[in-house]
């Protein structure tokens, strides 16, 4: 199975809808977190992306960051009551602003913390409910203290970013630490981290036999044909992908531009998307970089026209 990792700012309710329109092999997602903090936005706010009849495209799971099983309690019940039979709780966000709050990986290491908050929510919580965490904050053995804790609640399962939160998104995942946790762990495991080709799929894929499940985060929205690769084995040609690209851009284009106002508001939501869409053409930075110095939404659309007739030509060539 397939999970389509929680990408703040890209993989939200639109791009979830239209991935699965030119793109096979994703089988679920995680959606980006909602936050429940004192400035709690409305309920209504906090749901309005996740009402189950505007979410049509990959099977999503909500996520929640919270430090408060109140609030915590609160949120994926309203979650539940409008459909979803399971909620994911994010510590693993490592960004400072979060982690000073001690929420995401500012949870990891306080083990007492962590079974504190279970204790006190699942009893309370009607839906399901699945983790996705990292290693530690600091040191990568954190995460050996809270194995035993899960192991004594009936969670649906653990995703795991083997990466502190120090690291962010760099240096090395640890996989030894990983295979520990696995032999630790009573649950059914999520492997997710740097998947960025299939022979990287296929080498934890032999190492990890027992792994079930595995979530790709940045390498799907850079190679989105990734998945059918994974999944079906089956590859397109690349004029072909070119193609389907350009599509999925432009229709994802349009979908924005219907909830966006204002002219730049459309522009740095594509620019986000080309942080990492950007990646599947072989002058990714170059391209990235055009499209950054754009700010205007026609300015944009003649980049991108641009760009892709570029790559057109180069293939044909
Ligand atoms: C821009 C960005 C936003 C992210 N937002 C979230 C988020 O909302 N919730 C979450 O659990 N992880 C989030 N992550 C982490 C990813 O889900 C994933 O765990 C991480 O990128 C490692 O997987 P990958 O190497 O396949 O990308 C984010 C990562 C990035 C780069």
Known sequence: MIYLAPLQGVTDRIYRNLFPVYFKGVDIAIAPFLSTSKKMK????????????QNTGIPTIPQIMSSQPEDFTRLANALYDIGHGTVNWN??????????????AGMLCYPDRIESFLEKTMPAIKPKLSIKLRIGLKYPDEVLQLIPIFNRFPLEELIIHPRTGEQMYGGEVDLDIFAQCLNLSKHTVVYNGDIDSFEKFEMLSKRFGSIKRWMIGRSLIGNPFLAEKINFHTEKPYAEKIKIIRAFHDHLFDEYLKVLSGPSHITNKMKEIWTFMGGFFENGDKIRKKINKTHHRDNYIDVVNKVFLETQVSETQ
């Open 42 to 53: 409305s309920m209504n706010n906090l749901l309005r992306e996740h009402y189950p009849d």
């Open 91 to 104: 510590i693993g966000c490592p960004f400072s602003m979060v982690v000073k709050k001690g929420r995401g």
